[in-house]
């Protein structure tokens, strides 16, 4: 039998979806950490201003498209299908229903808060700068 390119292509991309299958071929630990920590705080692209309006520029033009706002805000929307609703639902009810996870959430809240109310007082408290 002749192979040819397109063969081994098709070959090579059968394998790599076996494999994600399997759940083999998944980035371990200490592959992702240091992209995560290149894009965390300030380190982010979104961050920066050129880069914010360049996204909401696109998010608009998105927008203003009709076939995406039916997709999003439409029947199309997957959320609005009763089988996907009562999944979600029953997720939360989970989650909100088992007493730990329900401190730990409570907890990550306050304690954001807590950072954020803080954040808060520092920049009142700090001499403005010229």
Do not use: H, Y
Not at 53 to 78: F, T
Not at 92 to 114: F, H, M, Q, Y
């Amino acid at each position: 039998m002749e192979r040819n390119l397109d063969s081994d292509v098709f070959c090579v991309i059968l394998n790599k979806i076996q494999n994600l299958l399997k759940g083999e071929n998944k980035m371990s630990e200490v592959q992702t950490k240091p992209r995560r920590e290149k894009m965390m705080g300030e380190l982010n692209p979104a961050k920066k201003e050129e880069t914010r309006k360049k996204i909401s520029e696109k998010l608009k033009l998105a927008w203003a498209r009709p076939e995406v706002r039916a997709k999003i805000m439409g029947d199309k929307n997957p959320t609005k299908r009763p089988e996907v609703r009562a999944k979600i639902s029953a997720a939360l009810k989970a989650t909100w229903g088992d007493p730990v996870k329900k401190e730990a959430i409570k907890a990550k809240i306050a304690a954001r808060a807590s950072a954020r109310r803080a954040a808060k007082a520092a920049a009142a408290v700090a001499p403005p700068t010229v």
